[in-house]
């Protein structure tokens, strides 16, 4: 099926709206070689792939090349750097997109052992120069590396250098669409000052304590637009995405570079390297998923302003949007309705360096997590869903609580230990 207008894309985004509400969550991981501590080269995590069918994982190829591997709604797909990302299934509760992960890191642990290879769930490859980032043979990739830099000094920092923990949630009408994109696009300075775990660059301190914040805010096609943090809707959003530059074509099975063309010039069939071809909403997700600002939009909210962590801390930021999001929204937007827009701006640029210090509203954001924290505990408890030993979601914030407490982000404990013992810890 053809679109013939915004209309059709405004039309997509109520499709979206859904009478229960999943939660599902993205994470990504860096496999270095054992002894060298060099990146993980596609052949090896080829072998990783490999090794991960023995769990019922089934593969998935482009042409003649093993790309990933697919199990009922879970996916594990090689980002440009070969960091290895798992997208999971759309779960009900925490409780089960954490069961998820523990599975998956468990199988990941045990293929690094028969394989010689260690992980790292940290949001900045700490060790590596960019130009010895092996990378895949994913098409797609090839011209991403061409086009992104040209529009983004970072670009290719961001594709070969960081990995991120996602957070998708859905709406259930526009109305609800609107409150929980603007809460999620006012939050985003919270995310990278509580979440930051990127302070170390290339074995040196990399003076942020989110640097893979600093590379996102640098790349093309990113970053917070100030439209986010106004009333967004459907239709406000589908204009961005009209007018927003193709980063490339997907044509049987080719990657065609779009050459400047926007998103309206191919509905308006005005595109001479496709023959003038109109798209269809596999084009249209395809242009979708070629977004990468901090929140973004497309059957559901994504929420993509969390550095990667390791096992004790990885469920501690889908728990924290889902209880605000989920449990605690209209009582959530209350209290940050009343941030200046501005300062939200000033922030978002801050957070990556200041971290907890960082203010808005007169408030830094430590002090501001605090109050956060309590209302997403707060949902957690309302939505009362509790796993075999009776305890809810809210357990899972127990990272988040030792944040605050110690007055401490996980990038700064980096810091403290990697000055003292000048390494960094694998798992």
């Not at 797609?140 to 920092?157: A, F, V």
């Not at 919270?190 to 775990?197: E, Q, T, V, W």
């Amino acid at each position: 099926m053809f679109i013939n207008s915004k209309e059709d894309l405004i039309n997509y985004f109520h499709q979206g709206s859904k009478k229960e509400l999943f939660i599902g969550v993205e994470n990504e991981k860096f496999l270095f070689d054992q002894s060298t501590n060099s990146r993980a080269t596609y052949l090896k995590v080829k072998d990783v792939l490999y090794y991960l069918k023995k769990f019922g994982w089934q593969e998935v190829t482009e042409g003649e090349n093993l790309i990933g591997l697919k199990d009922n709604g879970k996916n594990i797909s090689l980002e440009p750097g070969n960091q290895i990302e798992l997208s999971g299934e759309k779960l009900k509760n925490i409780h089960e997109a954490c069961s998820e992960s523990f599975i998956f890191l468990d199988q990941m642990k045990k293929a690094c052992e028969e394989l010689d290879l260690k992980m790292m769930s940290i949001g900045f490859d700490p060790i590596s120069k960019i130009e010895n980032v092996p990378k895949n043979p994913k098409k797609r990739y090839e011209i991403m590396t061409t086009e992104m830099p040209k529009n983004g000094k970072l670009s290719l920092d961001m594709m070969y250098r960081t990995c991120g923990t996602q957070i998708n949630l859905d709406y259930n009408s526009e109305l609800d669409f609107k409150k929980k994109f603007k809460l999620a696009s006012y939050l985003t300075p919270i995310s990278i000052a509580l979440f930051a775990n990127s302070s170390i660059k290339e074995m040196k301190s990399s003076n942020f304590l989110s640097y893979r914040s600093k590379v996102w805010q640098s790349t093309s096609r990113g970053g917070l637009p100030q439209i986010f943090l106004e009333d967004m809707d459907f239709e406000k959003y589908a204009d961005m995405s009209l007018d927003m530059p193709l980063l490339f074509i997907l044509q049987n099975s080719k990657y065609i570079n779009a050459e400047g063309k926007t998103f309206k010039d191919f509905i308006d069939g005005n595109i001479e390297a496709i023959e003038n071809k109109k798209p269809t909403f596999k084009d249209f997700e395809t242009h979708l998923a070629t977004i990468f600002t901090e929140v973004r939009l497309k059957k559901y909210i994504e929420i993509r302003s969390l550095d990667a962590c390791e096992w004790n801390c990885h469920c501690s930021g889908p728990a924290f949007y889902t209880g605000l999001l989920y449990g605690n929204l209209d009582e959530v937007l209350e209290v940050v309705s009343k941030w200046n827009k501005q300062d939200i701006m000033n922030a978002y640029l801050e957070a990556p360096k200041k971290g907890l210090s960082t203010i808005i509203n007169s408030k830094s954001i430590l002090e501001w997590s605090e109050v956060l924290l309590n209302l997403s505990k707060k949902g957690l408890q309302k939505r009362n869903i509790k796993n075999k030993s009776g305890k809810d979601e809210s357990i899972f914030l127990k990272s988040i609580e030792n944040t605050l407490l110690n007055k401490k982000t996980k990038a700064e404990k980096t810091i403290e230990d990697f000055n003292e013992k000048k390494g960094i810890d694998f798992f």
